[in-house]
């Protein structure tokens, strides 16, 4: 009997959407670079939304991990790689970022 492997799993997908009035590319492309470093093998792609009215939102599919006007400004690198890990594979150890 032929068995036929499962199809494979989408892996996620995160969103950054940056504000182009106010020039956070950089900013949205380094967290984008830092995210693909950490989760190379768990994330499926870092997209890259423009946007405007001063908005920077990260969003790993349907939930948003970290909205700028919510959240209070800008997360840095151990915040935003924490939330993503808690939402993509909670029991991952991130190493130095989990330590105080």
């Known amino acids: 009997m032929d068995e036929t492997p499962p199809p494979p799993v989408a892996k ?4 950054i ?3 182009t009035q106010c020039q956070w590319l950089l900013r949205a492309a380094w967290m984008a670079q830092e995210l693909l470093s950490t989760f ?13 009215g001063g908005v920077f939102v990260i969003a790993c599919g349907p939930d948003i991990i970290w909205d ?15 939330r993503v890990r808690d939402r993509l594979v909670p029991t ?9």
């Open 12 to 15: 996620p997908r995160v969103a």
């Open 17 to 19: 959407t940056y504000c």
């Open 40 to 52: 190379r093998d768990d994330l499926g792609e870092v997209a890259l939304v423009p946007g405007t």
């Open 68 to 82: 700028r006007t919510v959240d209070g400004g800008f997360p840095d690198v151990k915040a935003l790689k924490q």
């Open 92 to 100: 991952r150890d991130l190493g130095h970022i989990d330590r105080p």
